[in-house]
C-alpha cells in the first residue's frame, strides 16, 4: 500500500473546504459545513485529516471523526478522496485513531455502516470489527439497515493454562 507522503494531523480551519469536496462525494446525505465545524468546536470530537505530502498545506485526502463515550470510542466518520482510494490511506486514518484510543484507556471501538457499503464493511473486517447488532431502517434517505459494528480495543490475551483448564490447549 501506498501512503508515502501522506501524515495524519489535526483539522484546522482551512481544511474544512476539502473535507465538504470529499464528504459530498462519498455520501448520499453528506454531513454540513456547520456540522464539521460543530465537531471541530466540542471537546468530545476530534477531527484528524491525511495530508498530502506531511506538510500544513497539503492537499486532505481523507478523515476521520471519533467521539469519545466512557470506554467507548464511536466512529462517526471515515472518508478517503475518491481518487486516492485503496492505497492505504484509510488503513492510516483508522490505524492511527484506534492506536491512540487504546493508548489513551479506550476499549471499546463502535461505528454504524450502511448495509450494502461491501467496500467499507470488508475495510473493517481487515481491522477486526464484526457485527453485533442491526438498526432497522436507520438511514433515513434510503431506509436501509445499519449494521453496528464494533471491535475490543485491548483484546485479553488467553494463557495456554486457562485454555487447558477448559479443555481447549494443546495438550500434546
Ligand atoms: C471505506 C474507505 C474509507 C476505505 O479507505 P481506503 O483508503 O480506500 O482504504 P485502504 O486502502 O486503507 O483499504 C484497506 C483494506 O480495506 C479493504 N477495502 C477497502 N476498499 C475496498 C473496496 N472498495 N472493496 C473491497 N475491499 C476494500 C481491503 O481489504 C483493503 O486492503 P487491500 O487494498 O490491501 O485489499 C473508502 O472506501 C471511502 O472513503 N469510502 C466512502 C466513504 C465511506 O463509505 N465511509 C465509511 C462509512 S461507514
Known sequence: METDGCEIGDCE???IDQIIAI???AFPTPWSENIFRGEIASPLSRLRVAREGGDRRGAVLGYAVTWRVADEIHLHNIAVR???RRQGIGSRLLGEAMGRSR???ARWMTLEVRRTNDAAQRFYQKFGFSCRGVRPG???DTGEDALILWTDLCP???AESALRAIGEGDDG
Open 82 to 84: 475518491r481518487d486516492r
Open 23 to 25: 464528504e459530498r462525494d
Open 138 to 140: 436507520y438511514y433515513t
Open 103 to 105: 493508548s489513551e484507556g
Open 13 to 15: 480551519e482551512g481544511d
Open 156 to 158: 485479553v490475551p488467553v
